[in-house]
């Protein structure tokens, strides 16, 4: 089994900082891709930013130049640096990676249980 563990959220003030981890924790896997989802209240869950094993970076829009997602394939680990954050950004952020099961030898799909942003005065 394999489990995504979040850290990194918190109450910023507009213009700030934060900076996300997620740790992928288990055996017999191994991590096609990583990203980072968002959910605001009474919105549909988005895509924030992917990245590949290989290092490929995908964003929205709305956070290109602001945020830069980041990979350490020796610690199975994925970053998520936010910069100049906006009201409009805050949303429980949610690790997700894409994985390779050798005992099964099949992918699946596993998400974090959600770290909550807020950005406020």
């Known amino acids: 089994q394999v489990q995504l563990v979040e850290s990194g959220g918190g109450l910023v003030q507009p213009g700030g900082s934060l900076r996300l981890s997620c740790a992928a924790s288990g055996s017999g896997f191994s991590i096609i891709a990583m990203g980072w989802y968002r959910q605001a209240p009474g919105k549909q869950r988005e895509l924030v930013a992917t990245?590949?094993?290989?290092?490929?970076?995908n964003y929205a829009d709305s956070v290109k130049g602001r945020f830069t997602i980041s990979r350490d394939n020796a610690n199975n680990t994925v970053y998520l640096q936010m910069n100049s954050l906006k009201p409009e950004d805050t949303a429980v952020y949610y690790c997700?990676?894409?994985?390779?099961?050798?005992?099964?030898?099949?992918?699946?799909?596993?998400w974090g249980q959600g770290t909550q942003v807020t950005v406020s005065s």
């Open positions: 997700n990676a894409d994985i390779f099961l050798s005992v099964f030898v099949s992918y699946k799909t596993y």
């Open positions: 990245i590949t094993s290989g290092g490929s970076t």
